[in-house]
Every structure is written in C-alpha cells, then in structure tokens.
C-alpha cells in the first residue's frame, strides 16, 4: 500500500499537469483527489515495493531449494537404475 508521502507526491505529480493558465490547484481539490486515490490504490489490493522485494527473495531461495532436491532425486534414480 502507498504510504501517505508517496500518495501526496502522486498528487502533487498530478497537479503539475494542470495547465498554467488554470492556476494552482485548491487544496480543497487536492485532498478530494488524496482520498479518491487512496480508495482507488486500496481496492487494487497493491503491495509495497519492499514487500514486493521480500518475496521475491523467497521465491528465489525456494527456487535453489527446489533445484537442489530435483538434483538429489535424479541422483538417487540413476544409482537405483544401476542397481537393478
């Protein structure tokens, strides 16, 4: 989930689109604009950059793992098919 300082910097990303003639953005609208994209972000059902990092970790050293038994097993079929 975005944290508030990443979601006030979307924000802020947003209103520098506005064009110049059209002045500053109010904060009235600025805030309206927070709470619609936090609601949105929300519903998205996002992760955080870190706990993107984290599992991804995981999923490489399950991968290692993985390679690791699949190698022990091959192993173990080869010296029972010598064994027959």
């Keep these: 989930m975005l944290n508030p300082n990443q979601l006030e910097e979307v924000v802020k990303n947003l209103a520098s689109v506005i064009p110049q003639g059209a002045g500053k953005m109010p904060q009235g609208m600025q805030d309206q604009m ?17 706990e993107f990092d984290i599992q991804s970790g995981v999923l490489a050293k399950t ?22």
Excluded: C, T, Y
Aim: glycine letters at 0%; charged letters at 40%.
């Design 34 to 50: 927070k709470s619609i994209l936090a609601r949105s972000f929300e519903k998205m059902d996002l992760v955080s950059r870190e």
């Design 63 to 84: 991968r290692l793992k993985l390679e690791a038994l699949e190698k022990a097993v091959s192993e173990l079929e080869s010296k029972s098919l010598s064994n027959l």
